[in-house]
């Protein structure tokens, strides 16, 4: 009895055909393939809302420093160490502290102006203008 394969009700030996596995499977596939697209696509959007955030962030942080000292900061680390800034964050596109700052005069009245950071972009290529 231990030889014997059970029967099914036609007759036949149950199980699945080649062809059943091969159309699963590519079900499977297919499926695999549709989420991982939509799962780049939600990484790529909370990296840039992320980045948003963080521009903005920086940008208030300059502008704030630059009216309470009546000059412009020299660097993004020294609005940290005035505590305009809890650190300065990383750039969610190059996964590093590479922000690209401009540097320029800032005219802040008539008699007093000054050099140093005037805004902030990201050093990924595709994100410099943001």
Do not use: C
């Amino acid at each position: 009895m231990a030889g014997k394969r059970k029967l099914g009700i036609r007759g036949e030996a149950d199980g699945f055909t080649l062809l059943e596995l091969m159309i699963v499977i590519t079900i499977i596939l297919i499926l695999i393939g549709i989420a991982a697209g939509r799962y780049e696509y939600s990484v790529k959007r909370a990296r840039e809302t992320a980045l948003k955030s963080d521009l903005q962030t920086m940008r208030t942080a300059i502008e704030t420093y630059t009216l309470d000292k009546q000059a412009a900061p020299q660097s993004l680390q020294q609005l940290a160490d005035e505590k305009y800034l809890r650190a300065v964050p990383v750039d969610p596109m190059t996964q590093a502290q590479d922000w690209q700052v401009e540097m320029g005069d800032v005219l802040l009245s008539a008699t007093q102006n000054g050099t140093g950071i005037t805004d902030v972009h990201s050093a990924s290529p595709d994100y410099k203008d943001w």
